[in-house]
């Protein structure tokens, strides 16, 4: 199997495991299937914007050119930082984009990915965005009718619980699973300020999560296509956007979003 494209991140069916599809040119590859397989990537050199599909020499906020992460609505700051959203103001970077991508419903959810976490999602991102992160366990904690009010929500429960994911952890699959997420939606309601509490979800159902995994790297090496042009070995396993190497080497596909490679299998 040969085929050449620009990456962008893996698409994800929330099965049992996770099933991956990863885009690249005109073909979608099943990247479970590949999982024992020989893979080699090899980059070209050449990155594509992810937005406006030009040439540029680095790329900015995973894919973007450098007028394109200042300028395009999905490279916005709101988009790494909720609270930050105005479009509920009647401004941003392209109002059209807003209404359907800022203006609509929100999740606030709490996830266990190595440990407790605060995080915030669009509606139609529901598991999505839990997989992308390699949540083991997940559960709605607050609905929202926009963007910046759930990060409201997210930015006051940041004094009380991480926002970020150990990213080795995750990956090395070092999950405290004596987290009990129905306790801790319970215990986080508590803290919020009565003019927040309106927002919080009825919906109770705990998410689990499984990943196609042969073996969890120990000693984890991330790969750079800024580094090295080319990467070879056998894929044990994928989980959140990592591909996962025998021999403990991870690769991040979403920081590599508008790469030019060659995958071989």
Request: with cysteine.
């Amino acid at each position: 199997m040969q085929h050449e494209g620009n990456l962008i991140k893996m698409r994800t069916e929330a099965e049992s495991p996770v099933r991956y599809f990863l885009p690249l040119g005109e073909e979608v590859i099943a990247m479970n299937d590949l999982i024992g397989s020989q893979l080699t990537i090899s980059f070209s050199g050449q990155i594509n914007c992810i937005h406006c599909g030009k040439k540029t020499k680095r790329s900015f906020g995973q894919g973007f050119c450098y007028q394109c992460f200042q300028t395009a609505p999905e490279a916005d700051p709101s988009v790494m930082r909720p609270e930050l959203s105005r479009s509920h103001l009647g401004i941003a970077r392209d109002l059209e984009w807003a209404q359907k991508h800022d203006l609509i419903d929100h999740y606030v959810y709490l996830a266990v990915t190595d440990a407790l976490k605060v995080g915030v999602t669009r509606h139609h991102q529901v598991p999505t965005r839990w997989i992308d992160q390699g949540a083991s366990f997940a559960i709605k904690l607050a609905k929202t009718p926009n963007r910046h009010i759930a990060g409201v929500i997210e930015v006051f429960l940041k004094n009380y619980l991480n926002d970020k994911t150990n990213w080795r952890a995750m990956l090395r699959n070092q999950v405290d699973e004596s987290i009990d997420l129905a306790d801790e939606k319970e215990r986080v309601a508590t803290l919020l300020p009565e003019e927040l509490r309106k927002y919080l979800s009825d919906e109770h159902e705990i998410m689990s999560l499984t990943y196609p995994v042969n073996k969890f790297p120990d000693k984890i090496k991330s790969i750079s296509l800024d580094k090295t042009h080319q990467v070879e070995g056998v894929l044990s396993g994928i989980k959140g956007q990592y591909l996962l190497f025998d021999d403990d080497r991870v690769f991040n596909v979403r920081a590599h979003n508008g790469y030019f490679v060659e995958l071989k299998a």
